[in-house]
């Protein structure tokens, strides 16, 4: 989009975040990361903060990101041959306010093999990634199609993210 932006890593504890669908919870934990990202930085109503989470849900399991490489290839293989959902929320805090949405996308795996995935978390690749992969990586392999933002798959689906930008006043 073209903007400057300092990186901040607010340290949240996901993990005593608890509701009752994963849409929810990643709306909830990017709130959390925007207090805790406007907390760390004296925020002034000066300059938009923008705080984003995503998570994967399949037969309504949700999967973060795998813990190692043993985790990741249990995500992959709950993943192989079946439809899942990539849900990120992004939060814009303005002077005005607070703003944000949610996206979802529907991705499909293709059949993956022990192979398949053995070389693939062999790449550490999947680790740190949402579900266990990334489809702007090697993980692309493994996609059949999708239906609905590619860049929400990636973690930040821009069109969405531009619109929240420009409602906050933001010039893109």
């Not at 504890?13 to 760390?40: C, G, P, Q, S, Y």
């Not at 000066?46 to 037969?59: Q, R």
Request: aromatic fraction near 6%; charged fraction near 25%.
């Amino acid at each position: 989009m073209g903007l400057c932006y300092e990186l901040i890593n607010p340290d949240i504890d996901e993990a005593a975040i608890h509701e009752r669908t994963t849409k929810d919870r990643v709306l909830a934990i990017a709130k959390a990361k925007l207090e805790a990202a406007v907390a760390m930085t004296g925020y002034t109503d000066t300059l938009p903060v923008l705080a984003a989470d995503t998570s994967i849900e399949c037969n309504k399991v949700e999967f973060g990101k795998p813990l190692d490489e043993h985790h990741a290839s249990q995500m992959l293989r709950a993943l192989s041959g079946r439809a899942h959902q990539v849900y990120t929320a992004v939060v814009v805090k303005t002077a005005a306010g607070v703003i944000c949405d949610t996206v979802t996308t529907t991705v499909w795996f293709r059949q993956l093999s022990d192979e398949d995935i053995g070389e693939y978390c062999r790449s550490k690749e999947p680790l740190g990634k949402a579900g266990a992969y990334a489809i702007q990586g090697k993980g692309a392999m493994f996609v059949k199609r999708i239906d609905g933002s590619y860049s929400n798959v990636v973690g930040l689906p821009i069109f969405e993210t531009a619109n929240l930008l420009k409602t906050a006043g933001v010039a893109l």
